[in-house]
């Protein structure tokens, strides 16, 4: 089947204004993360989605990330008043999830190059 | 909490080298333990993974064994290629949590 699918692929948005980034997992999996990816950097987690339980949101750097998931399928990642520090590639994720979810693989989309002017 | 730490690169080797890059952790309780790749201009795939101690996993000729006693994870290939070039990153993992992730190895294989 399908892998993880991101989009768009590329987003350039001036200063101030708000962005949607869209992930849709692989189908049947409980788990979706999302991931930010500055350049040169290694990635840092943002928020994390359960089947129906509350999302981990440790991860979102201010209160202008936020992140909605409907059901176990896709997820937007919204950015508010964007800022030049927001540029990053933004990396989506899924896994099966379950109780033993930390030894599942993640398996990654191509990922949203945003870049903010 | 928990963390991953892996060598600083830039790697340079020449075709039919051995490689290593070292990854070590520091996590409570039994993580599993992955290496993911990123290719020039694509997403990050998973390359290997093992989920106990004594595990080895194994793909592409690359292998990492999860040593409890040394809270390692080193990546080897007997003999790398040029398109072996690539961000090689070590990552950690739990149930109910995302993968922590290393900063990220960039290996370049010149012929």
């Known amino acids: 089947g399908a892998g993880v699918s991101q989009s768009p692929s590329n987003k350039v948005t001036e200063k101030g204004k708000d962005v949607e980034l869209r992930c849709d997992p692989i189908?049947?999996?409980?788990?979706l993360y999302w991931y930010r990816q500055r350049l040169g950097q290694g990635l840092e987690f943002l928020i994390y989605f359960q089947g129906n339980s509350a999302p981990d949101k440790s991860g979102l750097p201010s209160d202008r990330f936020s992140a909605e998931r409907t059901g176990e399928s896709v997820s937007t990642l919204t950015i508010q008043r964007t800022q030049q520090e927001d540029s990053a590639v933004y990396l989506c994720a899924s896994s099966p999830g379950g109780g033993t979810s930390g030894s599942r693989a993640q398996y990654f989309g191509p990922g949203t190059r945003l870049t903010v002017t | 909490g928990n963390s991953v730490t892996q060598m600083e690169g830039p790697v340079t080797l020449s075709e039919e080298a051995f490689l290593t890059i070292n990854c070590t952790y520091t996590?409570?309780?039994?993580?599993?333990l992955f290496w993911y790749v990123q290719y020039p201009g694509e997403g990050l795939q998973l390359l290997l993974k093992a989920t106990k101690a004594d595990d080895k996993g194994s793909n592409k000729g690359f292998e990492a064994t999860y040593r409890k006693e040394t809270t390692s994870f080193h990546l080897e290939k007997g003999s790398v290629q040029v398109s072996d070039s690539a961000v090689y990153f070590c990552a950690l993992g739990q149930a109910g949590t995302a993968l922590i992730f290393g900063k990220g190895t960039t290996l370049s294989v010149s012929s």
């Open positions: 996590a409570t309780g039994y993580p599993s």
């Open positions: 189908s049947g999996h409980t788990a």
